[in-house]
């Protein structure tokens, strides 16, 4: 609703009406005053993570760039399980992209077919099969434009390419990781880009590089969907979930040997 103003009488000049002041927070700072967890809390969080699994690894199996994005681009609504089982074979065949694309669509349908959405996944694989031929030589390139313009790979197909094979700090929001963000209050948001976006603005500088695994690992086999472990927690008595089943304290991590701690951390 507009507010109707009165015109100035004849020979009395008013004062422009006032602009209204905006807020001095913006929008990012209004998301950070939504986390409940002080900096020296979310440090303390990934630290454990650290401890706990010091190296983690992709559970794709894979043995170049190649196969890796071959394996995450069918990992689209299907499980990491389901997927190696399917791909054991097909790499056997096929491990790179001249290799794929001589496959043809029709036998990579046959070796994928207990996936789910085999069908599209086939014509992707063999499509970004010739891309790659076409557009980068048949390598993978180490670029997300790139990455992002091959048929069947997304933001978040992307995102693990870069963290799996070339060691960027990326971090692919899958549905684990989207749970865990708004569950756990550590990234609330409505969308996989706001969690990611949260998360990579609070998760501290030494945790970057394998916070995607961390946070994958423990939304699959501790912070499960329908009941949460939390008595097999390592940040239980940390953690601000709602949905918490017990008050038990997290176990004692000792601190690994070259782990920044929560005081050196940054």
Not at 6 to 35: E, F, L, N
Not at 165 to 177: C, K, N, S, Y
Not at 211 to 236: D, F, N, Q, T
Request: glycine share 6%; net charge positive; proline share 8%.
């Amino acid at each position: 609703m507009t507010e109707k103003i009165d015109k100035p009488t004849a020979g009395v000049k008013r004062k422009a009406a006032s602009k209204p002041q905006r807020s001095t927070r913006s929008g990012a700072a209004k998301r950070r005053a939504k986390v409940p967890y002080m900096p020296d809390e979310i440090t303390e969080i990934f630290r454990r993570f650290s401890v706990q699994r010091p190296d983690p690894q992709s559970e794709l199996e894979h043995t170049n760039p190649f196969t890796l994005l071959v394996a995450v681009v069918l990992s689209a609504q299907a499980t990491d399980a389901g997927v190696n089982k399917a791909t054991r074979a097909l790499f056997a065949a096929a491990d790179n992209p001249k290799a794929m694309a001589a496959l043809g669509e029709e036998q990579i349908r046959e070796h994928i077919k207990t996936i789910g959405l085999y069908r599209n996944k086939a014509k992707n694989v063999a499509a970004l099969s010739e891309a790659l031929l076409d557009r980068h030589g048949g390598e993978v390139p180490h670029d997300r434009a790139a990455l992002e313009a091959l048929p069947g790979v997304g933001r978040k197909t992307a995102n693990v390419v870069l963290n799996v094979a070339f060691g960027e700090e990326t971090l692919a929001v899958d549905t684990h990781i989207f749970r865990l963000g708004n569950r756990l209050k550590l990234a609330p948001g409505k969308t996989p880009d706001a969690v990611e976006e949260s998360l990579l603005r609070i998760i501290p500088q030494p945790y970057r590089r394998h916070a995607h695994h961390w946070l994958i690992l423990h939304g699959r086999y501790v912070c499960k969907a329908r009941k949460p472990e939390c008595s097999a927690c390592v940040i239980a008595d940390l953690c601000k979930a709602d949905e918490k089943t017990n008050d038990v304290p997290a176990p004692l991590v000792p601190l690994a040997p070259g782990t920044p701690s929560p005081q050196t951390a940054s």
